[in-house]
């Protein structure tokens, strides 16, 4: 297969928003309720359950709500 060269925004990638590392931050992809590109950081991760940050607020997510959230990650 063959691998098209592309300018450095396109280091960025769609992914599961579990394949982020904790601690590292992504923007989001069209998530219904909110803008997309907003900021979403990964607090922590513990037995399968994540607590992210976006815009000023803690949520807490199950890791099958998690696989659900794609984000722009580099």
Do not use: C, N, W
């Not at 931050?25 to 607590?51: C, D, K, M, R």
């Amino acid at each position: 297969s063959t691998r098209k060269e592309s300018s450095a925004a396109s280091d960025v990638y769609k992914r599961q928003l579990i394949s982020v590392r904790t601690g590292k931050t992504a923007a989001l992809s069209g998530i219904p309720g909110f803008v997309p590109g907003t900021q979403v950081t990964i607090l922590s991760e513990l037995h399968g359950y994540y607590v992210v940050m976006v815009k000023g607020s803690k949520i807490g997510l199950d890791k099958e709500l998690a696989k659900k959230i794609i984000v722009y990650a580099g």
